[in-house]
């Protein structure tokens, strides 16, 4: 499989792994802001990013994706830091390569919804052409494998995207996800089964839908999306227990506070990694092939993603073997106080 290109891998039958996710772990690491989601530490920590493209791909990644996302000119224009646009968009495409190519993964590009797409508004959606077109372009230059375009809203923006690798990514392919709100369509109305055969039909090579969502409640909507399209379909959601009344990570209560748990207490609303797993197979029994994790994602859940589509990656190497624990594992290589005393001082069940 090294060496060959997104669409080779998918035509040969084989999955792609994609670990996303690098804004929400950066900002709790402590190197980027909440709010903004600006990826700043392209710049202030370049070693760090390249560290998590490394350690993504040693969880199974076979996708290592520019930290580009929330990059782009809107962005920095809110946080008065527009010169920085072009410096950091070449800088974290220049990390994502090296480590593509150190690693014999693939190497893609990324933008992303703009916040300042309005249907009809032809000022605005003019702004938003630029801000595609010159990511893209400086995408292209670094020479990505494909580039993905993802958590757009309305499917007018996405078609927007979409055109934009078309017209300016040299043919490169074209990954192209929705985000799936609180209801079962875009915000401009279209169902998201549609919504994606109508960008498959406009030349997307995979379509799909990431973030928003957690396991619980994206599911669903990738049957729909399953029976409506021909060709690959991508899965990527975030990693918090989202449910039927709280369909969205933006929706989620914490239980203690009664508040809302977005941004700031998301982590008490975590997925298990016995969750993850179920997601992954549900995933791999419905037939999708470019399936990984977003905010919220970390390299222990993209392992279990891989090694649910049969993968053995290298940090497969110290996936858990409780056979091997003094309390917990095989009685006959551990002593009657080990196993038994421990048990009863912990609380725990044999």
């Known amino acids: 499989m090294p060496g060959q290109g997104l669409l080779q891998r998918l035509q040969n039958g084989s999955n792609v792994m994609v670990a996303e996710g690098y804004l929400f772990e950066f900002e709790r690491r402590g190197y980027l802001k909440a709010g903004a989601f600006v990826p700043e530490v392209v710049i202030d920590h370049p070693e760090l990013v390249t560290q998590l493209h490394e350690e993504f791909v040693h969880a199974g ?79 292209t230059e ?28 040299n043919g490169v392919p074209a990954v192209i996800t929705l ?21 498959e039909e406009a030349g997307a090579a995979v379509v799909g ?10 599911v669903p909507l990738m049957k729909e999306i399953r029976q409506a399209c021909h060709g690959p ?13 709280h369909p969205t990570m933006q929706s989620l209560i914490d239980p203690i506070t009664g508040e ?6 998301l982590p008490g609303q975590t997925c298990s990694r016995t969750e993850i797993e179920k997601f992954s197979t549900a995933c ?23 090694e649910i589509f049969g993968r053995n990656p290298e940090a497969s190497k110290f996936s858990p073997d409780m056979s091997q624990h003094y309390m917990f594992g ?20 044999t």
């Open 209 to 218: 839908l990431n973030c928003g969502r957690g396991p619980g409640t994206i």
């Open 179 to 199: 985000v799936p709100a609180g209801r079962g369509a875009t915000y401009d109305g279209v169902p998201f089964g549609q919504a994606c055969r109508k960008l």
């Open 142 to 169: 670094a020479g990505v494998d494909f580039i993905v375009g993802e958590t757009f809203g309305e499917l007018g923006e996405a078609m927007m995207a979409l055109e934009a690798i078309k017209m300016y990514g």
């Open 284 to 306: 791999r029994e419905l037939g999708v092939t470019y399936v990984g994790l977003c905010c919220g994602n970390c390299s222990h859940y993209m392992r279990i993603v891989a």
């Open 233 to 245: 379909i991508a899965c990527l959601p975030v990693t918090y227990r989202t449910t039927e009344s």
């Open 61 to 139: 990644s076979d996708v290592v994706l520019a930290f580009t996302y929330y990059g782009h000119r809107e962005k920095l224009r809110v946080i008065g830091k527009e010169d920085l646009l072009e410096v950091m968009n070449r800088k974290a495409l220049a990390l994502a390569r090296d480590v593509a190519w150190a690693t014999g993964t693939l190497f893609a590009g990324n933008i992303c919804n703009t916040t300042i797409y309005r249907q009809g508004e032809e000022e605005s959606n003019k702004k938003v052409a630029a801000i595609f077109k010159e990511q893209v372009e400086w995408a």
């Open 260 to 265: 809302r748990s977005f941004p700031y207490d």
């Open 330 to 349: 095989d009685k006959k290589k551990f002593s009657d106080y080990t196993t038994k005393g421990m048990v009863e001082y912990t609380g725990a069940e």
